[in-house]
């Protein structure tokens, strides 16, 4: 059974965002969030209900743009909506709404080649095949994936060790729900992302929905816009997991339940009045 808040409860919450709809925007993370986390990233599905329904919310509210630490190209393929913004590889590439090819950060695009080189045939090494590690391409970064392996804390322990080879390179490293991520050596988060989408938008009210660690970054940044005065109101979403940081819920302003709970959230800013 899924546990969210009191209908009325949660319509009041987002009431800061329905109040207004042409002054407020919409920013969902999408796995986890929109989609369930699967063993294998290529086999996530957003369902066709949740596509429909953020379509709907793309002709209602002045913005709605789905983020992701995946590349802009695969965070659009998995969710099928093309008339709504898309942020991706953590805030790295932009995709406004009606735009043919997303903004990458400058600096970020450079290291594309290294950080390519640096992972280049370690998915056919012995080890990874057996035990079944996984990488996953997405442009400037490139992600390994341990879920589902037939010994996760080997995995692991190998992981390790390539992220201190990376760093040893000079390139970033970042951890995930299981995934290792080596990225470029250059700063970029969701919430850099969310900030540069609204910076350029009439917007007065922002809502963030996700559920893990990077998610964290685009609270701050709506909490930075409200203190700047550029938001009138913001709402932060926590969709609570058994391996989501406990941060998600302490500094969410409303908590739902999984891929579920969130759904409900689309289907009461779909619904208000």
């Given at each position: 059974m899924?546990?969210?808040?009191?209908v009325?409860?949660?319509?009041?919450?987002?009431?800061?965002?329905?109040q207004?709809p042409?002054?407020a925007?919409i920013?969902?993370?999408?796995d986890?969030?929109?989609?369930p986390?699967?063993?294998?990233?290529?086999?996530s599905?957003v369902r066709e209900?949740?596509?429909?329904?953020?379509?709907?919310?793309?002709?209602?509210?002045?913005m709605?743009?789905?983020?992701?630490?995946?590349?802009?190209?695969e965070?659009?393929?998995?969710?099928?909506?093309?008339?709504?913004?898309?942020?991706?590889?953590?805030?790295?590439e932009?995709?406004?709404?009606?735009?043919?090819?997303?903004?990458?950060?400058?600096?970020?695009?450079?290291?594309?080649?290294?950080?390519?080189?640096f992972?280049?045939?370690?998915?056919?090494?012995?080890?990874?095949?057996?035990?079944?590690?996984?990488l996953?391409d997405?442009?400037?970064?490139?992600?390994?994936?341990?879920?589902?392996s037939?010994?996760?804390?080997?995995?692991?322990?190998?992981?390790?060790?390539?992220?201190q080879?990376?760093e040893?390179?000079?390139?970033?490293?970042?951890?995930?729900?299981?995934?290792?991520?080596?990225?470029?050596?250059v700063?970029?988060?969701?919430?850099?992302?969310?900030?540069?989408l609204l910076?350029?938008a009439?917007?007065?009210?922002?809502?963030?929905?996700g559920?893990d660690?990077?998610?964290?970054?685009?609270f701050?940044?709506l909490?930075?816009l409200?203190a700047?005065?550029?938001?009138?109101a913001?709402?932060?979403?926590?969709?609570?997991?058994?391996?989501g940081?406990?941060?998600?819920?302490?500094?969410?302003?409303?908590?739902?339940e999984?891929?579920?709970?969130?759904t409900?959230?689309?289907?009461?800013?779909?619904?208000?009045d």
């Open positions: 899924v546990s969210a808040p009191p009325k409860a949660l319509v009041e919450s987002l009431r800061p965002l329905t207004h042409s002054r925007a920013f969902c993370d999408i986890g969030t929109l989609a986390i699967v063993s294998r990233p290529e086999d599905r209900e949740v596509s429909v329904l953020l379509g709907r919310l793309g002709r209602r509210y002045a709605v743009a789905c983020v992701s630490g995946r590349s802009v190209a965070a659009r393929r998995l969710v099928g909506v093309g008339a709504i913004a898309y942020v991706g590889s953590h805030g790295a932009v995709l406004r709404a009606g735009a043919k090819r997303p903004q990458l950060v400058e600096a970020f695009a450079g290291w594309e080649d290294r950080v390519r080189g992972v280049r045939g370690r998915e056919n090494a012995r080890d990874f095949k057996r035990l079944r590690i996984r996953e997405k442009g400037p970064i490139k992600a390994f994936h341990w879920r589902g037939p010994d996760e804390p080997a995995a692991e322990t190998i992981l390790r060790g390539v992220a080879e990376a040893a390179t000079g390139l970033a490293i970042h951890w995930g729900r299981k995934v290792l991520e080596v990225r470029p050596p700063h970029v988060d969701k919430g850099q992302g969310v900030r540069a910076e350029s009439p917007v007065r009210a922002a809502m963030y929905g559920d660690a990077t998610d964290l970054d685009a701050e940044a909490d930075a409200t700047e005065g550029r938001l009138d913001a709402v932060r979403v926590g969709v609570r997991s058994a391996e940081p406990e941060a998600i819920v302490t500094r969410a302003d409303v908590v739902v999984g891929v579920p709970g969130f409900q959230v689309l289907i009461a800013l779909t619904e208000a």
